[in-house]
Antibody, heavy 116, light 107 residues
Framework: QLQLQESGPGLVKPSETLSLTCTVS??????????WGWFRQPPGKELEWIGT???????YYNPSLERRVIISLDSSKDQFSLSLSSVTAADAALYYC?????????WGQGTLVGVS | AIQLTQSPSSLSASVGDRVTITCRAS??????LAWHQQIPGKPPTLLIY???TLKSGVPSRFSGSGSGTDFTLTISNLQPEDFATYFC?????????FGPGTKVDIK
């Protein structure tokens, strides 16, 4: 069964870069059938899509964040990563990685990131 | 970006009730809509995709309908494990967007 697990610092300083990694197990990122994405949910707010990457290397970013976001994929480790630069308090949230086929069909457990 | 609205934002129901949640898109999205369930403290889980296709393993008391801009999620014979928040997600266009959620709690 596919599992996704986020990892990374739980606290980032303002103006610095938030870096998270998602490790995929029970499956592989080396597939052309699916996309791999990052999402976040600030406390008490709705989910927000950050961006998505395909094994081909294609990336898609939320226009509201794309100046600060880079998503990359390491197929040798079955991982994909998020880099969000110049963070502010508004970036504090529960961050999820997920697999999507348009719709999200598998979610990671989520990791809480604070900014302070 | 396509905006999704949901109604109601919350509802109270009893075990055995039939519950209907509505999701409306700001522009037509064909059938490119999914429904997810989120229990507090846990990640979301997919229930329905393509507006009406039940994910394998999801109980048949969950059903979805609609196309274009108006969609519904129906839970018939509500069970104790169904008390959760439900939100819709459109995947017709980037950016992917989500509804604000509907919280279903116990009456």
């Amino acid at each position: 069964q596919l599992q996704l697990q986020e990892s990374g610092p739980g606290l980032v300083k303002p103006s610095e870069t938030l870096s998270l990694t998602c490790t995929v197990s029970g499956g592989s990122v080396k597939t052309t059938s699916y996309y791999w994405g990052w999402f976040r949910q600030p406390p008490g707010k709705e989910l927000e899509w950050i961006g998505t990457i395909h094994y081909s290397g294609s990336t898609y970013y939320n226009p509201s964040l794309e100046r600060r976001v880079i998503i990359s994929l390491d197929s040798s480790k079955d991982q994909f990563s998020l880099s969000l630069s110049s963070v502010t308090a508004a970036d504090a949230a529960l961050y999820y990685c997920a697999r999507s086929y348009g719709y999200i069909d598998s979610w990671g457990q989520g990791t809480l990131v604070g900014v302070s | 970006a396509i905006q999704l609205t949901q109604s109601p934002s919350s509802l109270s129901a009893s075990v055995g009730d039939r519950v209907t949640i509505t999701c409306r898109a700001s522009q037509g999205i064909s059938s490119a809509l999914a429904w997810h369930q989120q229990i507090p403290g846990k990640p979301p889980t997919l229930l329905i995709y393509d507006a009406s296709t039940l994910k394998s393993g999801v109980p048949s008391r969950f059903s979805g309908s609609g196309s274009g801009t108006d969609f519904t999620l129906t839970i018939s014979n509500l069970q104790p494990e169904d008390f959760a928040t439900y939100f819709c997600q459109q995947f017709n266009n980037y950016p992917l967007t989500f509804g604000p959620g509907t919280k279903v709690d116990i009456k």
